[in-house]
């Protein structure tokens, strides 16, 4: 209790009460995805069948190849705004907005280029889809295509509304979202069991989605409505997206680890290895790490204000309580997860699943590893100094994925993706600390 209080302590009043704002919110929506989440699974096989759980997993997984075009402008321009939000500089905010549309313009037309080719000519006749129709699987493909395309665009629509510091708004519209999208495709798969009708609501929502998005944007911040073209410049759009760059080596690198990776058992393995792969990773990574990442997203903000307002002083003091904290966080997790993390999830998968305690292990070490790795990059990320970070796991995670393909060429066991990921998570943790060393004794 001690621990938040002093945590608190940095802020005044006023800003509180945005954090607060921001809590609430980001716990309600942990909360609301991690329900869904546990019960999603479970009720898709029970509406679907496992076989075509593991396809949906699979078909969802394929518009993200995309990614590794993707040079992520909108974290870069966001963070920037922020900055220049806290130094009062009001154009230059205008000015990074601009920019940063056309950036996402020009990289949305690429995208429909690329996706239009993946689809005319990619074989997708291969293990895991072999029971689907062929001109059914091209138009489920494009739909799922079109939802990234309008998940790209939501991400420009989220900065104008979360580059000051409050995330509530987005929280919420992402709770009702995951609910509604999630509900109904269940709700159709005990009626038609087809996975086909759920693309189409997957597809449909998600446009309702942005129009969700495109109408807030418009209310929430209208200094942003009128935009001057003249405002668009060449020297920004550059500065903008070298700034992208280490975004998107985040972007590839997470790719990398997890859609590739389940691409990869596609390829190599069954629908129930892809499935029961996909589900240890929700329960034992995605779902605590969801959590630790309440504090990161809420106070990545603050640490760009105080670093903005040069108050360094406050900003190690913030991140050096952070730290405590997450040591109090880890020994719950492990104590949870490694003793009774098998009941809960035989529990929650309904034993369809084989898994030993060694796999649990290793997944938990994983995520121990990389979550440390990540709160150590939280300070140079929150100012866009991530270069040699997101460079160096990009390298390891590629890396990853070329020993997994070689070695499933050699008939080894699934079981060697976590000893593996957790192995490379452990050499980034290092390097995240050496980087973050570095930064702590410039900042005076």
Same mark, same amino acid.
């Given at each position: 209790?001690?621990?938040?209080?002093?945590?608190?302590?940095?802020?005044? =009043?006023?800003?509180?009460?945005?954090?607060?704002?921001?809590?609430?919110?980001?716990?309600?929506?942990?909360?609301?995805?991690?329900?869904? =989440?546990?019960?999603?699974?479970?009720?898709?096989?029970?509406?679907?069948?496992?076989?075509?759980?593991?396809? +949906?997993?699979?078909?969802?997984?394929?518009?993200?190849?995309?990614?590794?075009?993707?040079?992520?402008?909108?974290?870069?321009?966001?963070? /920037?705004?922020?900055?220049?939000?806290?130094?009062?500089?009001?154009?230059?905010?205008?000015?990074?907005?601009?920019?940063?549309?056309?950036?996402?313009?020009?990289?949305?037309?690429? *995208?429909?280029?690329?996706?239009? *080719?993946?689809?005319?000519?990619?074989?997708?006749?291969?293990?895991?889809?072999?029971?689907?129709?062929?001109? =059914?699987?091209? *138009?489920?493909?494009?739909?799922?295509?079109?939802?990234?395309?309008?998940?790209?665009?939501?991400?420009? $629509?989220?900065?104008?509304?979360?580059?000051?510091?409050?995330?509530?708004?987005?929280?919420?519209?992402?709770?009702?979202?995951?609910?509604?999208?999630?509900?109904?495709?269940?709700?159709?798969?005990?009626?038609?069991?087809?996975?086909?009708?759920?693309?189409?609501?997957?597809?449909?929502?998600?446009?309702?989605?942005?129009?969700?998005?495109?109408?807030?944007?418009?209310?929430?911040?209208?200094?942003?409505?009128?935009?001057?073209?003249?405002?668009?410049?060449?020297?920004?759009?550059?500065?903008?997206?070298? $700034?992208?760059?280490?975004?998107?080596? /985040?972007?590839?690198?997470?790719?990398?680890?997890?859609?590739? =990776?389940?691409?990869?058992?596609?390829?190599?393995?069954?629908?129930?290895?892809?499935?029961?792969?996909?589900?240890?990773?929700?329960?034992?990574?995605?779902?605590?790490?969801?959590? +630790?990442?309440?504090?990161?997203?809420?106070?990545?903000?603050?640490?760009?204000?105080?670093?903005?307002?040069?108050?360094?002083?406050?900003?190690?003091?913030?991140?050096?309580?952070?730290?405590? $904290?997450?040591?109090?966080?880890?020994?719950?997790?492990?104590?949870?997860?490694?003793?009774?993390?098998?009941?809960?999830?035989?529990? +929650?998968?309904?034993?369809?699943?084989?898994?030993?305690? *060694?796999?649990?292990?290793?997944?938990?070490?994983?995520?121990?590893?990389?979550?440390?790795?990540?709160?150590?990059?939280?300070?140079?990320?929150?100012?866009?100094?991530?270069?040699?970070?997101?460079?160096?796991?990009?390298?390891?995670?590629?890396?990853?994925?070329?020993?997994?393909?070689?070695?499933?060429?050699?008939?080894?066991?699934?079981?060697?993706?976590?000893?593996?990921?957790?192995?490379?998570?452990?050499?980034?943790?290092?390097?995240?600390?050496?980087?973050?060393?570095?930064?702590?004794?410039?900042?005076?």
């Amino acid at each position: 209790m001690n621990l938040i209080k002093n945590i608190s302590s940095f802020f005044d =009043q006023k800003n509180k009460k945005r954090i607060f704002k921001n809590l609430y919110s980001s716990v309600a929506q942990i909360g609301s995805r991690s329900i869904i =989440q546990l019960i999603f699974p479970p009720l898709m096989i029970a509406s679907y069948g496992i076989n075509d759980f593991g396809v +949906w997993i699979f078909l969802t997984s394929i518009p993200s190849i995309l990614s590794l075009f993707d040079v992520n402008i909108n974290t870069a321009s966001r963070i /920037e705004m922020s900055i220049s939000y806290n130094k009062k500089k009001y154009l230059k905010v205008k000015s990074i907005y601009i920019n940063s549309l056309v950036l996402t313009i020009v990289y949305i037309l690429f *995208l429909f280029v690329a996706s239009l *080719l993946i689809v005319l000519n990619f074989n997708f006749q291969i293990e895991i889809l072999k029971n689907i129709n062929s001109d =059914q699987l091209k *138009l489920i493909i494009l739909f799922v295509f079109f939802v990234f395309f309008l998940n790209t665009i939501n991400s420009y $629509l989220k900065s104008s509304i979360t580059y000051k510091g409050n995330l509530d708004l987005e929280n919420y519209i992402e709770i009702f979202y995951d609910f509604l999208i999630k509900s109904t495709i269940i709700i159709f798969g005990f009626i038609y069991s087809e996975l086909f009708y759920a693309v189409v609501i997957y597809t449909a929502i998600n446009f309702i989605k942005f129009l969700t998005y495109l109408y807030y944007r418009n209310k929430f911040d209208k200094t942003l409505n009128n935009l001057d073209l003249k405002n668009i410049s060449v020297d920004e759009i550059l500065n903008l997206f070298k $700034l992208s760059i280490p975004y998107y080596f /985040e972007t590839v690198r997470v790719l990398a680890k997890n859609n590739l =990776q389940i691409i990869l058992l596609g390829f190599f393995f069954g629908p129930v290895i892809v499935g029961l792969v996909s589900t240890m990773k929700t329960f034992f990574y995605f779902f605590p790490l969801r959590i +630790w990442d309440i504090q990161q997203r809420i106070l990545m903000y603050e640490y760009t204000r105080f670093y903005s307002l040069k108050n360094f002083s406050f900003l190690k003091k913030l991140f050096n309580n952070i730290l405590k $904290l997450y040591f109090y966080f880890i020994l719950t997790y492990s104590i949870v997860f490694i003793f009774f993390g098998k009941q809960i999830y035989d529990f +929650w998968t309904k034993n369809n699943y084989e898994i030993s305690i *060694l796999l649990i292990v290793f997944v938990c070490l994983d995520f121990i590893f990389d979550s440390l790795g990540g709160t150590f990059k939280t300070i140079n990320k929150s100012i866009n100094k991530i270069f040699k970070l997101s460079l160096f796991g990009l390298i390891i995670n590629i890396g990853q994925v070329i020993i997994l393909f070689a070695i499933f060429n050699l008939n080894f066991d699934f079981f060697y993706i976590f000893i593996i990921n957790s192995t490379g998570s452990l050499i980034m943790l290092f390097y995240s600390f050496y980087i973050y060393k570095n930064l702590i004794n410039t900042l005076k």
